[in-house]
């Protein structure tokens, strides 16, 4: 039984045109699901369909996000609001913007258990202090007093992981939390998720375009093109034998660092205008 | 301190320190003319006309910056000027900050039918020549000091309602808002909690700036004449009666001039400075 279970979502620009096309994918509880596919494919959009932080420009048309089984679409906004508080949470791409640059550290993290969640504050100041040590930063007390502008952008990473794991949530949706990072920050950060991830049984949507962290972290990967699911596959399945041409080239894709004369290899024309002509079909059938 | 900024930061300290030691200086005047003033500042003298300031041969002493036309004292009529002056800023500023800011960020975080109605309304408010929009408010609702400060914060709420607005805007896209609402708060809570006190920093700077603009429209004012009543000592009319005999008396023009110069001034390089020291992403 899956914690999360997308069903058929169809996302659109509001009077424009299909931005996710039909959508399904699960999540089992404790899986890392990987969310791989080019820029604007619709990657980030199904983590915020989930998480409910679509950008006002756009709307959901039809379709089912179930998590646990509970239609989140079906429910009231601010009933919705509460239980997605409650059970899951946002690791977000840029660590330099995702920390309120007016407020320390600290409260960031404890004040939402406190406020939303009603914990006891010292409760939550414990608890927040145990999660810092638990991402390896060496002086929990003196970074909770620190302002974000104060640390480094690992720095400030981690203590993201550490708060989006502060509520225990059961389902995490990590939204490219390495980009923005430099090479030899984004490994410690990637491991850190995981073992962050394993220790604490949560279900993980991993959003990236990187495939060699997917084969580091994923179970499962769906690949997306033009907000529609190509192929959704076990990881080792996909690395072995990629189903469908596009996912075939996009492993072809990925640079090999080992040979230096080899030059990048695009995906191919006639791929992308199979792929296109798929999701042309699938307008047409929609249409129909 | 010795960081790599040193040389900025002393000098935003230095005029920090300067604008609040001149307005610190002029609210404690302000507030003692009753006590500091020599001389009645309504008392006329037509036999001590046009008396020179201290330093020019023919002052008369106890006259300090000299006698208007009609033998009254400059100096203490920019004290208690400085009254009128100061409760204009401090009252029309922060009312017209309240309004202004609350929506501007109304349109800029909730954005949707509240930013529709609230842009489209600064748009047309802005349209309206301030000075002029300012003298007919007055003219209707009649000269009077709630009739100044009505005018000023019907007139410029637009102006922090356009500069938050586009602040709470930049401010909404970043992934903090975004984490904030993922945890559970509210628009409203986001709004509050989240938005404001990253935009509190422009509002600081919005609201001495605004200040100072105050003073200058309340000097406009009575410059024309529609300002309290026309005998109550004010800067602007000071400067209008200067303005007649500045060939004979420049000092009736000159003084309180200076006094509403530096005192805008003052209050725009205090917001400048406050805004060095407090602003969490520049300090």
Redesign the interface.
């Known amino acids: 039984m899956s914690y999360l279970s997308i069903r058929d979502l169809e996302v659109r620009l509001k009077g424009g045109g299909r931005l996710l096309r039909r959508v399904s994918l699960d999540v089992a509880r404790g899986e890392v699901h990987g969310l791989v596919g080019e820029s604007g494919a619709g990657k980030s959009m199904i983590g915020k369909a989930v998480?409910?932080?679509l950008p006002?420009s756009v709307e959901i048309v039809s379709g089912q996000i179930l998590l646990d089984g509970t239609d989140l679409l079906a429910m009231h906004p601010?009933a919705r609001?509460?239980l997605?508080?409650?059970t899951?949470?946002?690791i977000?791409?840029?660590p330099l913007?995702?920390?309120?640059?007016?407020?320390r550290v600290g409260p960031?993290i404890t004040?939402?258990l406190v406020?939303?969640?009603r914990w006891p504050r010292a409760k939550a100041e414990a608890r927040a202090r145990e999660l810092l040590a638990e991402v390896q930063i060496a002086e929990p007390e003196r970074v909770m007093r620190c302002?974000p502008?104060e640390l480094s952008g690992g720095m400030r990473q981690r203590i993201?992981i550490a708060?989006a794991f502060a509520a225990e949530p059961k389902l995490i949706v990590a939204d490219e939390p390495t980009t923005a990072l430099d090479v030899t920050v984004q490994k410690q950060i990637l491991k850190l998720i995981q073992a962050m991830q394993e220790r604490h049984g949560t279900a993980l949507l991993f959003v990236t375009h990187d495939l060699g962290v997917v084969s580091k972290i994923c179970q499962r990967l769906s690949v997306l093109y033009a907000g529609m699911v190509v192929e959704d596959t076990d990881v080792r399945t996909f690395f072995r034998a990629p189903q469908h041409p596009y996912s075939r080239a996009l492993l072809a894709a990925t640079p090999k660092y080992t040979d230096p004369t080899h030059s990048l290899t695009p995906v191919p024309e006639a791929v992308i205008a199979t792929v296109r002509a798929e999701v042309a079909e699938a307008d047409r059938r929609a249409g129909a | 301190m010795l960081d790599g900024r040193g040389t900025i930061r002393h000098k935003a300290g230095l005029r920090l320190w300067l604008s609040a030691l001149w307005l610190g200086l002029l609210v404690v005047l302000a507030l003692g003319a009753p006590w500091i003033a020599p001389k009645d500042p309504l008392a006329q003298d037509l036999m001590l006309g046009r008396l020179p300031p201290f330093w020019v041969s023919g002052a008369e002493p106890g006259y300090w910056l000299g006698t208007d036309s009609l033998g009254r004292d400059v100096l203490s009529r920019i004290l208690w000027g400085a009254r009128l002056a100061l409760t204009v800023a401090l009252v029309a500023g922060t009312l017209t900050c309240l309004i202004g800011a609350t929506l501007g960020l109304m349109a800029g975080f909730l954005r949707g039918a509240s930013d529709l109605v609230i842009s489209r309304l600064v748009d047309i408010w802005m349209a309206f020549p301030p000075v002029l929009f300012s003298i007919l408010l007055v003219a209707v609702l009649g000269p009077g000091l709630f009739s100044i400060i009505a005018a000023i914060v019907l007139i410029d709420w637009t102006r922090f309602a356009r500069v938050v607005r586009a602040e709470a805007m930049t401010q909404g896209a970043m992934d903090y808002v975004a984490s904030a609402r993922v945890a559970g708060r509210g628009r409203i809570g986001t709004m509050a909690l989240e938005i404001l006190p990253n935009v509190l920093p422009t509002i600081g700077v919005l609201l001495t700036l605004e200040m100072g603009i105050a003073v200058i429209v309340e000097a406009i004012l009575s410059f024309v004449n529609l300002s309290i009543s026309t005998d109550a000592p004010s800067w602007g009319g000071m400067i209008a009666e200067g303005r007649t005999s500045v060939h004979q008396a420049w000092w009736v023009l000159v003084f309180p001039l200076l006094a509403l110069f530096l005192t805008v001034l003052s209050f725009s390089q205090l917001g400048e400075g406050l805004k060095d020291r407090f602003d969490p992403v520049l300090r």
């Not at chain 1, 913007?97 to 407020?103: I, K, R, W, Y």
């Open positions: 998480l409910g932080t006002r601010a609001r509460r997605i508080g409650a899951c949470a946002l977000p791409q840029d913007t995702a920390l309120n640059p007016a407020h960031q004040d939402r406020d939303i969640l302002y502008h993201l708060s």
